[in-house]
């Protein structure tokens, strides 16, 4: 199983400069290459310093020169945002700057907030049709000279310039919770990703059956990979309590993501608050007990344990998701465990 790092930069002080943000970011990209993760993902979001990645292009190609092995992954692009031509010389681009390092993500996107400003107000359910309009069309462009008449996209004969130098072209992965996006991506030669954000590891049972129902359904195409990606936060075994420092920080990430989901309320300068506490009080997903049994935070014998079930499934990556709210210095200490306790027992 491989293990790669997903990472925005998290800025819910404006106290906090947006430079140093970006050399923490940098920072724990060299930590993770050093300690054998295969690939650093970097989503794309859109006016909220919650998550700051307005593209992750700059992001990936400025890793693409601190870096020598790491593979550099956009995680994801969100579809409606795009136009395919941009898309497939953007991602050809990185890959040639990085030397074939380069690995793309599509989703259909998730947040009304960013639809109201980036698409016009188009409901964020109708993301799904740009996806899979887009997903066949930047492999042709990849190829050489293609031609779009689609519902979506109409375009004369065009190509991508540059043209990636992974053939028969970068790994293409589409982030999938349902039954009908799972089977698209495995029908299209696509990796999957999916997330069980707080739900427990019954979800990711789930959602492996969904993949593994998905490859039974087209049985003629090359097994793709699975990706779980997992807020994960790693403490001491000399800390008993370490793990309420993670609990605590992953609450508050998901009371500020219910703040901007619920799209009820105008950020100031790209900050909202975390939705209140009290409003959770019936949620028992929110009780910190129910945080540390269902995301991954634990020692790293716990945590081991825990990678051993998602092995045994079948997950080929397991992504250490580092949004969590928490300090640079409690990010490093929890990467720091993962890499010097846990990633030796899967080597």
């Known amino acids: 199983m491989k293990f790669s790092l997903f990472v925005h930069m998290e800025r819910y002080d404006d106290q906090v400069s947006h430079r140093e943000l970006f050399e ?44 020598t092995t790491i593979r550099l992954g956009a995680g994801t692009l969100i579809a409606p945002f795009w136009h395919p031509i941009r898309a497939a010389g953007e991602c ?30 188009m409901p ?14 930047i492999k042709a462009l990849w190829q050489g000279d293609y031609a779009h008449d689609g519902a979506l996209w109409k375009f004369p004969t065009s190509t991508s310039s540059p043209r990636p130098i992974q053939q028969p072209h970068p790994p293409v992965w589409i982030a999938a919770r ?5 089977n698209f991506a495995v029908k299209n030669g696509c990796n999957v990703m999916v997330t069980p954000l707080m739900k427990g590891d019954e979800e990711v049972v789930d959602l492996k059956n969904k993949f593994d129902t998905a490859l039974a359904n087209n049985p003629d195409v090359p097994r793709p990979q699975i990706m779980v990606l997992r807020h994960t936060f790693v403490h001491s075994p000399d ?6 420092i993670g609990a605590e920080g992953i609450s508050r990430f998901y009371r500020t993501f219910d703040a901007w989901f619920g799209n009820k309320q105008i950020p100031v300068n790209g900050l909202l608050p975390p939705s209140p506490e ?28 825990r990678l051993r079930h998602y092995q045994e499934l079948g997950v080929d990556e397991f992504s250490f998701w580092t949004d969590n709210t ?3 210095e409690e990010k490093k200490k929890s990467l720091e465990l993962f890499i010097n306790h846990v990633v030796p027992a899967f080597r």
């Open 239 to 244: 800390q008993p309590d370490g793990w309420k």
């Open 92 to 121: 050809a681009l990185l890959d040639v700057i990085s030397n074939g390092r380069m690995e793309v993500g599509l989703a259909r996107g998730a947040y009304q907030f960013e639809f109201d400003r980036m698409a016009g107000g």
């Open 124 to 137: 964020a359910t109708d993301g799904g049709q740009h996806l899979r309009e887009m997903v066949p069309v």
């Open 178 to 182: 349902d039954p009908d996006s799972h």
């Open 278 to 305: 009290e409003k959770f009080k019936e949620r028992p997903e929110f009780e910190l007990e129910n945080i540390r049994k269902n995301t991954m935070v634990g020692t790293p014998d716990e945590i081991i344990a």
């Open 24 to 67: 923490n970011l940098t920072e724990l990209t060299l930590m993770a290459e050093a300690g054998g993760f295969s690939t650093v993902w970097i989503g794309e979001h859109h006016s909220m310093d919650y998550t700051i990645a307005p593209s992750p292009m700059p992001l990936l190609a400025n890793l693409a020169a601190c870096t």
């Open 326 to 328: 928490l300090s640079h």
